[in-house]
């Protein structure tokens, strides 16, 4: 598939203007359920705009959140707008959820460098099926409908590679977690990888 590549990242004075109009985009109706599947012909807010205009909303906050913190995607398509190496991301990804069938509930895909011990990998798919191991590649992903429960996930992938914790210990950990944050409480599972990153990218330290 061809993609539109948008270059380097917006600049900070630009970003707030860009994310208010995808934000003010996610508040109108959705319109039409049917997405383009064209590449996007040229770069800039407006684009942007029209490329995510037909998503449900939910998708729509994502991006727009998620183009204030990073800036402008690396590319993007009508079917997902994509960020690369968006520290202390490798890669992040907004998916359409209309293209994504049983999966819609999960259209935030980020991705870290992380090499699992292969002792490991069935342990993480056994914890939550939102977790993506690529041994191969040497990365992890986590996928689902924020970045906070991404960071989550993946602290807790690291905490059971680590030996620390084991799944079922992660799974009630999760819960507990999840509740105490829909009563408004934080916590730093949530904000940030609480493990060491190496070239400004999440890696376990070998």
């Not at 907004?94 to 509930?105: D, E, I, Q």
């Not at 935030?108 to 041994?135: C, H, M, S, W």
Request: with cysteine.
């Amino acid at each position: 598939m061809n993609t539109l590549h948008l270059g380097a990242a917006a600049k900070p004075s630009s970003r707030l203007g860009l994310s208010l109009l995808l934000l003010l985009t996610a508040f109108q109706s959705a319109g039409s359920p049917q997405v383009p599947k064209r590449p996007i012909a040229k770069a800039g807010a407006a684009t942007l705009e029209s490329a995510i205009r037909r998503w449900p909303r939910s998708a729509r906050l994502a991006a727009a959140m998620l183009i204030e913190k990073y800036g402008e995607p690396s590319h993007c398509t009508g079917s997902a707008m994509v960020w690369i190496k968006n520290a202390p991301w490798r890669e992040t990804v907004v998916y359409n959820p209309r293209a994504l069938g049983k999966m819609s509930a999960h259209f935030l895909e980020q991705t870290v460098a992380y090499r699992i011990p292969a002792d490991k990998a069935g342990v993480l798919e056994r914890f939550d099926r939102r977790l993506a191991v690529n041994e191969i590649q040497g990365r992890l992903s986590a996928r689902s409908d924020s970045e906070a429960m991404n960071f989550m996930l993946i602290n807790l992938a690291d905490e059971i590679a680590a030996g620390k914790r084991s799944a079922a210990s992660a799974r009630a950990f999760l819960r507990r977690t999840e509740r105490l944050s829909e009563s408004g409480k934080s916590s730093p599972y949530m904000n940030r990888f609480l493990f060491p990153s190496r070239d400004g990218l999440a890696k376990r330290r070998e």
